[in-house]
Nanobody, 127 residues
């Protein structure tokens, strides 16, 4: 399984970006997906999770109300729409897949629950 993330870049505070992650696996529609991020010198942290049908969604408190996760199973793609970006959102963003149904919030936040990871895409927010 390969996950290819894209859409990162440099944006001013208050701006928006949309990240995309395309999965090579044909069973994408049966997998739940997550976005994580890792800032320089910090541990990887949970950002958002979406169930296989798109109905279940979880967000980290730090991005709730600003970020939206979605998916298009016809395109094997998961998205992360990021609005009202802040300098503290600067990080490498990773998409990941869990080979099963949606996860409860506490499990969705655990990077160990995800089996495959994309290569990451850099998001830099300037003040």
């Amino acid at each position: 399984v390969q996950l290819q993330a894209s859409g990162g870049g440099l944006v001013q505070a208050g701006g928006s970006l949309r990240l995309s992650c395309v999965a090579s696996e044909r069973t994408f529609s049966m997998e739940s997906m997550g976005w994580f991020r890792q800032a320089r010198g910090k541990e990887r942290e949970f950002v958002a999770h979406i169930g296989q049908s798109g109905g279940a969604k979880w967000y980290a408190d730090s991005v709730k109300g600003r970020f939206t996760i979605s998916r298009d199973n016809r395109k094997n793609t998961v998205y992360l729409q990021m609005n009202s970006l802040k300098p503290e959102d600067t990080a490498v963003y990773y998409c990941s897949s869990h080979p099963g149904g949606w996860l409860i919030y506490s499990a969705a936040r655990d990077a160990g629950m995800y089996e495959y990871w994309g290569q990451g895409t850099q998001v830099t927010v300037s003040s």
